[in-house]
DNA sequence: GGAACTCGCCAC
DNA sequence: AAACGTGGCGAGTTCC
């Protein structure tokens, strides 16, 4: 009885998350009306620039014995663009060995991780001519969309499973980044309105501290506040006895760590999937036969200049010798080498390290199984059939986003009731990107960083790992392309 | 001629 | 036993 009130007290109900969407929804059409300014001048001056290059390439492409060859073996009607017909010229008629295949075909596949397999030269001006294209529509997006000088992309509560949000005519939420170039291409387009600057914030490692409230591993949360576990995991996959930080190999090597086994694993990946991304994209090492001596990326350049030390070097010397294979037998399944090592690590993730997360993965799922349908701890109920990844991650993914979204709404208000000049412009599920006077830039900071440090914390009170919050800050009149780390408080 | 589908790729 | 979560969008293709 006593454990029920306080639940009933703590814990958010389906009104709270009608709530939450309905301010949310108002505090949202307020960024979609004030938009987010845009070079016209610019996004003309580079998609011609962009159409051109384009062009150049295609034509280079078509001069290439490669090109020349899949026109005869169609009889001429090839179109560059259709990667149905380059996946029938490579599998069919050239008799390539799919490396990967598509999920609900089963055809080969014809993606750049797959294409680049093959070792075909004459693919990179497909590679490029793809990047090229990405880059154009992004910025056509732009100039469709613009009313005089302003892009309005829309927020949507009402179509994610998970009630994350969503976003179109632009879609805000996948403008290029990590690719440098793509990224300043793309972002030189967007801007602060006249004597303004863009102030971006984010959540640091949000997902990975909203699931430590719904699992409360305490390994986990320790990880969060004071340790590291992507260097841990690095140093386990890799075995490095002595990690060491400055060291380029060996961050790349925790790079891929995280992207290619921490992160796959907490959205529900396995040992196989992870291995192979692991040897493949991110060390260059073969899936067949002995790793030899020389293989693979330099992972340390310490005192030989001259002679570089590849990870398969090491790799072998910790009598890690093959990438391994999976072998069914009437006993079971037998796996061998690289498989092996990472099939024992993930055991070893999820037995041991994080034991207790697991364990609310199997009682979150048995729950589910029993009731049809499982509740957010933001009030949000789920139902309908689903696989067990999609109960473990929508919760996590959803609470992650709430948290953003009650940020949102208070510091929408704060600015309405305080009357001030900058205006929250745009929001991509754990970061907000803000339109700042200058002269408010300190309240706005200081602002933000109590709304989600310390108020959000308070209004929600199962949130029980502390959050953390990063900003970084474009110039006055500057675009979206040159940011600076900006200390909140 | 358009709806529905697949695939690939960008973001988180 | 199963096996990477959520979107939007463009291009090609297939079906009606």
């Known amino acids: 009885m006593h454990n029920l009130s306080i639940k009933m007290e703590t814990t958010p109900t389906i009104k709270d998350a009608y709530s939450l969407f309905h301010k949310g929804i108002l505090a949202l059409s307020r960024a979609e009306m004030q938009g987010f300014r845009v070079d016209v001048d610019y996004i003309l001056r580079k998609r011609e620039f962009l159409q051109r290059k384009l062009e150049r390439t295609e034509i280079k492409f078509k001069e290439t014995d490669f090109?020349?060859?899949w026109c005869k073996s169609t009889k001429g009607k090839v179109n560059i663009n259709s990667s149905t017909q380059l996946g029938d010229y490579l599998y069919k008629t050239k008799g390539f060995t799919a490396l990967k295949y598509t999920k609900s075909n089963g055809n080969g596949s014809t993606d750049d991780e797959a294409?680049?397999?093959?070792?075909?030269?004459?693919?990179?001006?497909?590679f490029e001519k793809k990047k090229i294209k990405k880059t154009i529509d992004v910025l056509d997006g732009f100039y469709n969309e613009q009313v005089d000088g302003t892009i309005h992309p829309f927020y949507n509560l009402h179509l994610v499973r998970t009630f994350r949000s969503s976003s179109d005519s632009p879609n805000f939420q996948n403008i290029p980044k990590r690719d440098e170039e793509m990224m300043t291409l793309c972002r030189r387009a967007l801007f602060p309105r006249e004597g303004h600057q863009l102030l971006e914030v984010d959540f640091g490692q949000l997902e990975v501290r909203i699931s430590a409230c719904y699992n409360k591993d305490e390994t986990l949360i320790n990880d969060i506040l004071h340790g590291d576990m992507h260097r841990d995991m690095a140093a386990e996959i890799f075995m490095l006895d002595n990690f060491d930080k400055n060291n380029k190999g060996h961050k790349l090597l925790r790079q891929a760590a995280k992207n290619g086994f921490v992160f796959a694993q907490f959205y529900g990946d396995y040992y196989k999937n992870c291995a192979e991304n692991l040897a493949s994209n991110w060390c260059q090492l073969p899936k067949t036969g002995k790793w030899k001596y020389g293989q693979g990326v330099v992972i340390d350049e310490i005192g030989?200049?001259?002679?570089?030390?590849?990870i398969s070097d090491h790799l072998i010397s910790k009598g890690i010798k093959e990438y391994g294979t999976i072998t069914k037998t009437e006993r079971g399944y037998v796996v061998t080498g690289f498989l092996k090592h990472v099939q024992d690590i993930e055991n070893n993730f999820w037995n041991v390290r994080y034991k207790?997360?697991?364990q609310w993965k199997d009682d979150w799922f048995a729950e589910y199984q029993k009731k049809g349908f499982f509740d957010l701890y933001t009030g949000f109920r789920c139902s309908g059939v689903m696989k067990k990844?999609?109960?473990i991650n929508y919760p996590v993914q959803g609470a992650a986003f709430h948290c953003l979204l009650w940020s949102f709404i208070q510091l929408d208000a704060f600015i309405i009731e305080n009357n001030l000049d900058s205006r929250i412009i745009g929001q991509i599920h754990d970061s907000l990107i803000i339109d700042v006077n200058p002269k408010e830039l300190k309240l706005i900071g200081e602002t933000v960083h109590k709304i989600t440090t310390v108020d959000l914390p308070k209004h929600w009170p199962w949130i029980i790992v502390p959050l953390e919050i990063d900003a970084e800050i474009c110039g006055v009149d500057e675009s979206w392309v040159k940011k600076e780390k900006y200390d909140l408080v």
Not at 115 to 126: G, M, V
Not at 304 to 310: M, S
């Open 67 to 69: 090109y020349a060859d």
């Open 115 to 126: 294409l680049k397999q093959l070792n075909i030269p004459e693919l990179d001006f497909l």
């Open 389 to 391: 990844n999609d109960v």
């Open 356 to 358: 207790k997360y697991k």
């Open 304 to 310: 030989k200049p001259f002679k570089p030390y590849h």
